[in-house]
């Protein structure tokens, strides 16, 4: 009888810590091979922090980093393999260095089910290159922090190709408010450069999703603003495609529509990013002629953007709820 109760304790403590192990958020879990690992363990934490960054963190503030003093305080375990290292970070230490810093965190894992859909010219599937891009997808998820769930809101990516040269993509699935168009010329390998650009997007709805969590109200609030920018006069002679997504918790929309190069594009964004007055810049959405942003402020305080964009050439006009940068 004492063997059977102590067998009892045993599987019931077994399944605790089952039970433990699958709620973990597996952003919080990084290996590091034996033969790549530092010498201690001090030095093993640094190797795996700028992963651990780039997981929980929003793109736009990836350059914000915590400064971590003592990063054996960030762990909750270590276990060693003839192979690996694994170092499981404490969430709750994670989370209050960033707070400490104000530093804005993805604190809801972004997770969605991906279909992936790539359609040549005669309009049939090019099954191998498909089953490809989803294994390119799953790598991307799981370095970038997203979880790939069958059970939640579906996004479907359709490539298509239009040309030799030009493919279409369309966006669509319950885990968006409104579908995304965009079409593109392909620049170099072709494969890389729909890896590229599936990773772009994958990326936009894991910032967005992971800041905004669950909150319906944000969602409507975003479309309440984004209704409002369609209907201000747009410099392009052409409407605008419609890429609304939930906004995340503290955000403004930031509209601006100005044709501009990559290079003039990332320069407004780190001159954005730096100003003192800016918490985080993150990127909704993007199309020829319009890139769309959630901003948010330290302060209340607005006026000053508008001298701020005058400054770089831009006029700054206040919205109901959004910003229209032209």
């Known amino acids: 009888m004492m063997t059977c109760y102590l067998r009892g304790i045993l599987c019931c403590l077994a399944l605790c810590m089952f039970a433990s192990a699958a709620a973990a958020d597996p952003r919080f879990v990084l290996v590091l091979e034996r033969q790549q690992a530092a010498a201690t363990l001090d030095d093993q934490i640094r190797q795996v922090l700028p992963q651990l960054w780039d997981r929980v963190l929003p793109i736009a503030g990836r350059n914000s980093a915590p400064f971590v003093k003592t990063p054996a305080l960030l762990l909750q375990r270590v276990q060693r393999g003839q192979r690996s290292i694994t170092l499981e970070m404490n969430e709750q230490a994670v989370w209050q260095l960033l707070e400490e810093q104000g530093i ?30 989803a294994q390119q997808a799953a790598l991307i998820a799981r370095r970038w922090g997203i979880l790939l769930d069958p059970a939640a809101a579906t996004v479907n990516m359709r490539f298509t190709w239009l040309d030799p040269q030009q493919v279409s993509l369309h ?34 709805l894991r910032d967005t999703l992971g800041a905004a969590g669950d909150s ?5 609030a975003s479309a309440a603003a984004s209704d409002v920018i369609e209907k201000a006069p747009a410099d392009q002679g052409e409407a605008v495609a419609d890429h609304r997504l939930p906004m995340p918790p503290g955000s403004e929309l930031l509209v601006v529509r100005r044709t501009m190069s990559l290079s003039q594009q990332l320069m407004l964004e780190k001159a954005l990013q730096q100003e003192q007055r800016v918490k985080a810049l993150i990127p909704m959405s993007f199309s020829q002629g319009e890139q769309r942003y959630a901003l948010q402020l330290k302060t209340a305080a607005q006026a000053w953007l508008t001298d701020w964009f005058a400054q770089h050439g831009m006029q700054a006009t206040r919205l109901d709820g959004a910003w229209l940068i032209q």
């Open 171 to 204: 966006i669509s699935g319950s885990a968006l408010l409104s579908d995304i168009d965009e079409n593109r010329r392909i620049r170099g390998d072709s494969f890389a450069f729909l890896v590229a650009w599936m990773k772009d997007n994958m990326l936009q």
């Open 216 to 220: 319906a109200e944000v969602a409507v």
């Open 104 to 133: 804005p965190g993805l604190k809801t894992i972004p997770r969605f089910r991906l279909n992936i859909a790539l359609i040549n010219r005669q309009g049939k599937e090019m099954t191998n290159s498909q089953r490809l891009l």
